[in-house]
């Protein structure tokens, strides 16, 4: 489960269009590198945190009463769908009260629900801060019906699903996804939980361990340490002071009994009248209807009402006001927040939205455009964070370099300097009007998300928007509102301001009581002069914007390869299904010395940074106008992505190879850049420890590639001159391989591609380029320690298996969804190791494995190992055990997986462009694998269980004070994994 703070996050430059999950700080999921692309290739995601499963239920169908089809019809017309949007909605209120939008998608080959409560950790009673995040762990483990407290999460993952739920300041959000055929049965245990949850006496103490292991896991987070502090300078009245997440102390028994406390919360804040219930499904609308109703008719109405938040951010007297941070990350972040109405409330006009989309430009003439000439940042974002309904602030986040921290007074001048030309020469109708016309061609051609997230989202924006809204909320912009601009603009004052700066070397005069951080708040009569900087110019209007949208029929079919030369290959895939006229262009310039040692891996990084770099003032326009670029490094090269409106793609696509033969390689740029990769290197030892545990293992078993600490150590004696030879040198050994996937033809797509192969000129050929390898784990492969500053132990251990062959995938894949739920069940919520707990499967591209993951707080990793061991005993007789209709559900849950459909065109473009990472392009793959599942028999399981056992293990620990590894070096005999 997730626990978040923040009440809205601040955007760069946000056009409308971000979501209500986004405008929340929703959810997040972590995959990296080579692993990524092995889950993704075989369509396999691993749970992040529990997955579960069991037996699937007929469906119910009944037929449409009289007063349920005019309401779908209502509902057809009053809800505003993207044209783009062919699926049926329908909106019921049940008789208790709870309103529900129901989803009919009969594509879907996944079913999912959501129910979002209108209350949050602002809510948690003033003797038990963190009450709110705890219920919400608690409602999963076990209900009158169910019992079972892992019954739930078993459930979902032997059908083919994933659950989570987050408790955010005023909405607690529950979700999950399942198989079709299983969704009845997954609904009415999901009902139960707002219907008679039993918090089980057993689990409470068990449970508050794991929201204190929550706790400490988080306590290193600057993000976390950062917003506590910053409630210091505002209204200690206001929910933003208030510790959300809970620990051992603040969830006890000392001053009333922790169950009785759970039972009042949830029977004062769980109501019928007070929840949003979102289904989707491939089933009609009647049928879903019905299986709604019958389940959640029983939901209690305890005529609630939405939480209010009456008490202001700031009161008279708190700004203006300067307050210093101390961080753990080598990151310096300067922000102005003002004060200003929460701007839900005018959510249709967007007044912050426009005001957002100026001060955060960062095209030519903007405030970033002038900082970064200066040496002084390199990212700026605006827009309004810490909404709570009724007040919000605004926010100019700033990213400074070194050189930035000592000119505040001047970055501060330069921005009130801007404000002032945007009240004055700013406020104009035609610039709305530019920023609606994009909103709109966004929602014109939406493309859709996974049905979880859909759920989630749309369940949070019938709390917060009409039903005819919630999908076009973030992109509505009905009228321009010189009014309500100029009204925030009235608010973006010296007097109104909250001046935060946060980096490492700040010395701090006082410290916050639970995430510890170091801080100095000044209260301020008036603020040190500064000097504006020069080039200040508000945008003009956005040359970028497609003209031509129409969409091209094309029937569907594989990729096909238009292109192969010797030096060249260019696959293409006509789409015309996302219904939208957008194309996704990858173009992967490979050398085989891009990551020949550390010194060639950084200068393979600062070349395409500097590509990034030196594009971003003149390409930011394009951004906005749905025209997207990304340089971006890897092993084998570079690879030059492009994602937007087929009209004109092909002007920035040449702009891009000019700028990369000829553009100016300025010392300022690479110091730049420079900073950025070195500030990230820097930071990764305080990422979150199980991210670190799973970069490790990545660095360790994929070829060709390089550690984090190796380049680290790498990159500070190289200068812009090496960068500028590099450049000659890498251009001069080239292989490319392209592929364009969406609404293009094959003759406009072999046209575009050659423009940019012929441009560069490549002269290798495909075996001049090393392959990417995954390693084989010896059997002396010793254990392996991340450089890591946090304070909890973990372990991270991969089971590797014995073959690329399609059958070992197979194998391991079924046993990666067999392994996770018990897994779980026994570490996390019996033995309470630890937050993080999760097992499963792990391919690095096709080769397979089985990762077991346990990070605690309380418990070293030598104390990990021995539970895991236990548990691996244990779970050799389950397999022992099975049998083939045990087998059953577990298997078709990975065939469903395997052969999910695509949600998106990125979705289905990153596919395929992985799929050329094999040796031979097969795009039949997980299909193959599919049909390799169906075969697979209990017998099949054991025999690859038992070789897994008797195979070596990769084991990467971490402990407080450990001597970080040299994995490059202790990997550097590892062989290439057979076939």
Do not use: C
């Amino acid at each position: 489960m997730q626990q978040f703070h923040h009440r809205a996050s601040s955007h760069r430059a946000r056009l409308p269009g971000t979501s209500v999950a986004q405008r929340f700080g929703l959810r997040t999921w972590f995959a990296a590198g080579y692993l990524a692309l092995g889950l993704a290739l075989v369509g396999i995601t691993m749970p992040a945190t529990t997955l579960a499963a069991a037996d699937a239920a007929s469906v119910d169908r009944v037929q449409p009463t009289q007063s349920s089809a005019a309401q779908s019809a209502l509902v057809q017309n009053a809800l505003i769908q993207s044209p783009n949007d062919d699926r049926q909605y329908r909106a019921i209120t049940l008789d208790n009260g709870l309103q529900a939008l129901l989803v009919s998608d009969p594509d879907a080959d996944k079913a999912a629900a959501a129910m979002d409560v209108s209350v949050g950790s602002d809510n948690d009673p003033a003797d038990m801060p963190g009450l709110a995040h705890f219920l919400e762990h608690m409602l999963f483990l076990g209900t009158e019906g169910y019992p079972d407290p892992d019954g739930y999460q078993r459930f979902i993952s032997q059908n083919g699903g994933s659950h989570n739920a987050f408790t955010a300041d005023q909405d607690t959000n529950f979700y999950f996804d399942v198989d079709p055929g299983a969704f009845p049965d997954a609904l009415d245990r999901f009902s139960q939980f707002f219907i008679s949850p039993q918090f089980n006496p057993d689990y409470v103490d068990r449970e508050r361990h794991a929201v204190n292991s929550e706790y400490q896991a988080r306590r290193d987070d600057d993000g976390r340490r950062i917003n506590e502090a910053l409630g210091k300078a505002l209204n200690p009245d206001h929910p933003i002071n208030h510790f959300s997440v809970g620990s051992l102390e603040t969830l006890n028994s000392d001053k009333r009994p922790l169950r009785q406390a759970l039972l009042d919360f949830y029977h004062q804040h769980y109501g019928a009248n007070v929840m949003h219930l979102a289904v989707l499904a491939p089933e009609p609308l009647d049928t879903i209807e019905q299986q709604v109703r019958q389940r959640f008719d029983a939901v209690p109405d305890r005529d609630l009402k939405k939480p209010v938040v009456d008490q202001p951010l700031a009161r008279d007297g708190d700004l203006p006001a300067s307050l210093r941070i101390k961080t753990n990350e080598a990151r310096r972040q300067l922000e102005f927040l003002f004060p200003v109405d929460d701007p839900i409330l005018e959510y249709a006009d967007k007044p912050d939205d426009y005001l957002a989309n100026l001060l955060g430009h960062e095209g030519e003439g903007s405030l970033l455009a002038a900082l970064r000439k200066a040496g002084w940042a390199d990212g700026l974002s605006a827009g309004t964070s810490q909404g709570d309904g009724q007040h919000a602030l605004f926010d100019i986040s700033i990213s400074l370099t070194p050189k930035g921290e000592n000119h505040l007074d001047d970055i501060q001048a330069s921005l009130f300097d801007q404000i002032r030309r945007i009240r004055d020469h700013g406020v104009d109708a035609w610039r709305y009007d530019e920023q609606a016309k994009l909103a709109e061609q966004s929602f014109r051609f939406q493309q859709r998300s996974e049905p979880i997230d859909t759920v989630s989202g749309m369940a949070m924006s019938l709390a917060h928007y009409p039903l005819k809204d919630v999908q076009y909320a973030p992109y509505r912009m009905d009228q321009f509102d010189k009014a309500a601009i100029d009204d925030i603009l009235d608010r973006l004052t010296p007097g109104n301001l909250l001046r935060v700066y946060s980096g490492p070397d700040v010395s701090g005069d006082e410290t916050t009581q639970y995430f510890a951080t170091p801080y100095t708040l000044t209260r301020r009569d008036d603020w040190p002069r500064g000097t504006s900087l020069d080039g200040l110019a508000l945008p003009e209007p956005n040359p970028y914007i497609a003209e031509d949208l129409s969409v091209q029929p094309f029937n569907s079919a594989e990729p096909a390869r238009l292109v192969d030369s010797p030096s060249v290959e260019i696959w293409h895939q006509a789409d015309s299904e996302f219904g939208a006229p957008r194309v996704e262009w990858r173009f992967s310039l490979q050398n085989p010395d891009a990551t020949q040692d550390a010194r060639h891996a950084v200068l393979t990084r600062l070349l395409a940074g500097w590509l990034n770099d030196g594009l971003n003032e003149r390409f930011y326009p394009a951004s906005l106008a749905g025209q997207e670029f990304a340089a971006y490094a890897h092993g084998r090269g570079i690879t030059l992505a492009f994602s937007g409106w087929r009209d004109h793609q092909d002007r920035l696509m040449q702009t891009v190879i000019e700028q990369l033969q000829q553009g100016d390689i300025t010392d300022g740029s690479i110091e730049r850049v420079k900073q950025g990769l070195e500030r990230n290197w820097e930071n990764a030892p305080q990422d979150a420890l199980y991210r670190q545990m799973q970069r490790t293992l990545g660095e360790a078993l994929m070829r060709p590639q390089i550690s984090t600490p190796n380049m680290l150590a790498a990159i500070d004696e190289i200068s812009a001159q090496d960068v500028r030879d590099y450049r000659r040198q890498f251009l001069g050994k080239l292989y490319v391989q392209a592929m364009a996937v969406g609404n293009l033809d094959a003759t406009l797509a072999k046209r575009e591609g050659l423009l940019v192969a012929n441009a560069l000129a490549p002269q290798l050929r495909a075996d001049d380029i090393p392959p990417l390898t995954v390693l084989d784990v010896p059997p002396d492969a010793p254990a392996l320690h991340p450089a890591t500053a946090r304070n909890d132990a973990a372990v991270l251990r991969y089971l590797q298996g014995p073959d690329r062959a399609l059958q070992s995938q197979a194998s391991l894949a079924v046993i990666g969804q067999l392994i996770g739920p018990p897994f779980f069940a026994k570490l996390r919520t019996d033995e309470q190791l630890g937050y993080i707990v999760s097992a499963g499967y792990a391919p690095f591209m096709d080769a397979p494995g089985l990762m077991m993951l346990v990070q605690s707080p309380s418990v070293a990793s030598d104390t990990i190992e021995q539970r895991m061991d236990a548990f691996l005993k244990t779970f050799d007789q389950r397999i022992e055990a099975l049998s083939d209709d045990d087998l059953a559900p577990y298997r078709q849950a990975v065939r469903q997986q395997l052969l999910q459909r695509d949600q998106s065109l990125s979705a289905r473009a990153d596919r395929l462009w992985q799929t050329l990472a094999y040796p031979e392009a097969d795009f039949d793959r997980r299909q193959q694998l599919a049909a390799q599942v169906d075969k697979l028999t209990a017998s099949d399981i054991r025999s690859a269980w038992q070789t897994l056992r008797h195979s070596p293990a990769l084991d990467i620990t971490a402990d407080p004070r450990d001597q970080p590894s040299d994995v490059d070096a202790l990997t550097s005999d590892f062989e290439p994994l057979t076939q």
